[in-house]
């Protein structure tokens, strides 16, 4: 037995309770480099709470199917944790509100080619989900000594369709 999520297209607004949507839209803030290019500022807040530092890791994945089987999700209390990949295919993307200390019902987005988002400190997230091969991603998220992973198992997992 499982609960039905349906994928939708990654949208800025939807996603902002959850975190950042990491685009080229709208015209750049300012034009750079002899004009040859432009600059989309600041586009995440990226945190690293006490005692942590940025730390840029890669990540190869491997490519999954839809539908797609949805038993557990994590967070991260101490920091934001930033997907960016390094292809131009679109990705699967999960956030689920928190519902008093529990993750509430997961949405499920799928992203644009090119688009990277950053989830929010202690968002509640599914792991890392490429819909394509080669499924390379820069991630940019927290690395210190304080423990900075939880996990969520669900008693019925959900199934997450196209």
Sequence with gaps: MSTRI???PMDAGAFA????????AGDPDKIINQGLCGRFHDRARLEFGPDGRAGLSLFQAEPRQLPMKLEM???HPEGSQAFVPMSWHPYLV?????????PGTPLAFETAPGQAI????????GVLCPLHSPGI??????????????????????????
């Design 73 to 75: 999700v994590e967070r």
């Design 118 to 125: 950053n989830f929010r400190p202690n968002t509640w997230h």
């Design 137 to 162: 991603f820069a991630v940019i998220d927290r690395i210190g000594q304080t423990p900075n992973l939880e996990e969520h198992w669900f008693l019925t997992p959900y199934m997450v369709y196209s």
């Design 6 to 8: 349906d994928l939708q």
């Design 94 to 102: 999960i956030v689920a509100p928190d519902s008093k200390g529990t």
């Design 17 to 24: 309770p959850f975190g950042d949507v990491l685009d080229c």
